[in-house]
C-alpha cells in the first residue's frame, strides 16, 4: 500500500480557491494512478477527479468541470487538486487515493490505499 496525507483544506466563501495537497510514500509514485474522492455528512463517497500514471490523463465528475484541476508533481510525490468557484455543495472531507491501475479510476474500489482525508468548508 501507499502511505497518503492530504493537507489544504479549510474554511472558505462561496467563489474562493484551496488547493489541496497529498503526498504519497511507500510504492514508485510515478507508477500509481491517483485520485480525489469526497464525502458530505450524511452522503456517500464520490468520485472528484482522477490522474493516471499512463501520461497523466485526467477524468472529472460533472459538477466540477471547469472548476477543479487535478496535477502530480512526481518529483515531489505529491497530486494537487486546484478548486476554483467553491461552492456550499462542495462542503465535504476530501480524500486522496493511489492505485497501481491506470483504467476505471472513477470506481472507489480500484483503489488500495487512502488518505485520513481533509476538511473543505464552503461558507454562502
Known amino acids: 500500500q501507499v502511505q497518503l496525507v492530504e493537507s489544504g483544506g479549510g474554511l472558505v466563501q462561496a467563489g474562493g480557491s484551496l488547493r489541496l495537497s497529498c503526498v504519497a510514500s511507500?510504492?514508485?509514485?510515478?507508477?500509481?494512478?491517483m485520485g480525489w474522492f469526497r464525502q458530505a455528512s450524511g452522503k456517500e463517497r464520490e468520485f472528484v477527479a482522477a490522474?493516471?500514471?499512463?501520461?497523466?490523463?485526467?477524468a472529472y465528475v460533472d459538477f466540477v468541470k471547469g472548476r477543479f484541476t487535478i496535477s502530480r508533481d512526481n518529483a515531489k510525490n505529491t497530486v494537487y487538486l486546484q478548486c476554483n468557484n467553491l461552492k456550499p455543495e462542495d462542503t465535504a472531507v476530501y480524500y486522496c487515493a493511489a492505485t497501481p491501475d491506470s483504467d476505471g479510476l472513477s470506481y472507489y474500489a480500484r483503489y488500495d490505499s487512502w488518505g485520513q482525508g481533509t476538511q473543505v468548508t464552503v461558507s454562502s
Open positions: 511507500g510504492r514508485t509514485f510515478s507508477r500509481e494512478s
Open positions: 490522474i493516471n500514471w499512463r501520461g497523466g490523463a485526467t
